[in-house]
């Protein structure tokens, strides 16, 4: 015996040293209370994590799915405390997870000591009403009224809903014990929406006026309609074809424009007017104009024989033969058939629906 007293000096607190050598590797649920900026700028949570049956507070970071210098991927977290006095809080603040607004998250600690906590993923919040029923693998998820929907037959949609500015002010009010409300949109700005249906067509739309890129093997299309207003840009590999469906169509051109079709060009209206300086019609034998000239001038110097009672025809002249008759066989093989122009008419699917869940 060393007669010496011990005191706590040297006599350990078994508990105290318990309690510091302990470690936690359970993963625990909880939900965001603060949020905290770092002088460096990173941003640091406290989750409210749930430990026995109590609500611990844990400064925790969020994991992510990339790391690197140029690869990487940051997202935040709504905390349900946002700024207000914690005297005026109600006991509410700590009712159940529906009650307040802040993401219900997973968090383990690091090398099992809750001092350094990391959120690994979220959870369903129990305020929001599930959407999809399971019984098929599908894909839903929205961030700030951006939802993202890939069905189980594929079809892949972006639509922005109009997310109102009151839903953050909604959810920035203290706890009262009343479940979070459902989030609110704006339907003068929402309904917009873009992505691939199910047959991997490509489509984009505000809702009324869309394009969609027409996916066929044999003879796709690219259609856009605003309105009344149609354009298609389609065919074959082979034959393609272009058509315009408008109330009122105009083409400006500040140097020059030119239409070049190799089988025909059929212009129909009730009025045509064709206005110009100089305007040429024709082939390359014979111009309109230039051999309309050239038989009026032919025409005056015709030579009408009659020695007594009335004129011979101006076809028996000596120069009808010469003159005339080879400026009317000219102007025969400019000679068409008038033909009417055809009318507009899809030839792709102009079906805008894409499938979301």
Known sequence: MDYIIKDSSLLPNLESVYTLNQTDSSIRTGIVRE??????GEIRYTVEVLVNSKQVPVSCTVLSK???????????????????????????????????????VLVAYLNGKSREGVILGCLSHPARKKVLAGKKIAYLSEFNGLET???????????????????????KTPPSGVDMPAALYNPL????????????????????????????????????????????????????????????????????????????????????????????????QFELFDGLIKLIDALGTLIVMSPVGTCTPLATAPTWTTQILPLKVKISLLKGSLKGASSFSLSGDDDSKIDSN
């Open 149 to 171: 929907s890939i069905t189980n037959d594929g079809s892949y949609k972006i639509t922005f809903k109009g997310y109102a500015q009151t839903n953050d002010a909604a959810l």
């Open 189 to 284: 700005t929402g309904g917009s929406y873009y992505g691939f249906n199910n047959m991997g067509s490509f489509i984009a739309s505000d809702g009324n006026q869309f394009l969609k890129i027409y996916k066929n093997l044999v003879s796709g299309s690219i259609i856009l309609k605003s309105g009344s207003n149609q354009i298609e840009l389609g065919g074959s590999l082979l034959s393609g074809s272009f058509g315009v469906k408008a109330g009122k169509a105009v083409m400006d051109f500040t140097t020059t424009a030119s239409i070049k079709s190799t089988l025909g060009l059929a212009l129909q209206s009730t009025q045509v007017s064709i206005k110009g300086t100089q305007i040429a019609i024709g082939n390359e």
């Open 66 to 104: 990339f790391g690197g210098v140029h690869n990487f991927e940051e997202q935040t977290l709504r905390p349900w405390l946002n700024g207000f006095p914690s005297g005026t809080l109600s006991p509410a603040s700590a009712d159940k997870y529906k009650a307040r607004s802040g993401d219900v």
């Open 35 to 40: 949020e905290s900026i770092l002088r460096n």
